[in-house]
């Protein structure tokens, strides 16, 4: 049995991954959303992340973590980094490897799945070589504009996608998740 891979993104509608100034969730954090993420975090998994992102959870107090941070912590995690030399979490290992690499001795073991928390670097590196089984992007109802930080997919390759499904929640956003299929892109 092998591990499947899922990278979660949340973007503006005008791609943004990030931006400044914005609170969390881009302000649009509402009750549907809450729910699909704790009970995406409840399920058996292994999470993969950057030094950024790691970092970032890092910093958050313990309230932001509400009755979360417990089951997070007990969750298997690899934090990617060439900078980094040490991680304080419990059930987290520090890589400073060939992410790839990595990546594909994974999924090739029998472990949870592997899913991202952030880390657009980290995803955009996966997409592109192909390792990505589930790409599931959560598209919030607003133009960051010159607010924006990060744009979600630069420098990603031209890759066919199938809609496996599509959800909306708290009645503005859209979960719409995709299957890499392998195929070249339609071309005129």
């Known amino acids: 049995m092998s ?91 520090l890589c400073a490897r060939d992410l790839t690499g990595e990546i594909e001795a994974m999924k090739s073991g029998d472990g949870a799945p592997i899913r991202t928390w952030g880390s657009l670097s980290l995803a955009r590196q996966l997409l592109g070589a192909g390792l990505v089984d589930r790409l599931r992007i959560v598209t919030f109802p607003l133009f960051a504009g010159p607010a924006g930080r990060e744009p979600a997919f630069t420098d990603v390759a031209s890759a066919d996608l199938e809609l496996v499904e599509h959800r909306i929640l708290d009645k503005r956003l859209v979960l719409s998740e995709y299957r890499p299929t392998g195929k070249d892109i339609p071309r005129a």
């Open 3 to 93: 591990s499947t891979l899922t990278v979660d993104i949340f973007v503006s509608v005008d791609g943004w991954a990030g931006s400044d100034g914005l609170p969390g969730y881009f302000g649009y954090f509402g009750p549907e959303l809450g729910e699909w993420v704790a009970a995406e975090s409840a399920l058996p998994q292994q999470v993969v992340m950057g030094r950024r992102t790691y970092e970032a959870f890092v910093a958050l107090p313990d309230a932001a973590w509400g009755d979360t941070k417990d089951q997070v912590m007990g969750l298997e995690k690899v934090v990617f980094s060439t900078t980094l030399e040490k991680v304080d979490w419990p059930n987290t290992r």
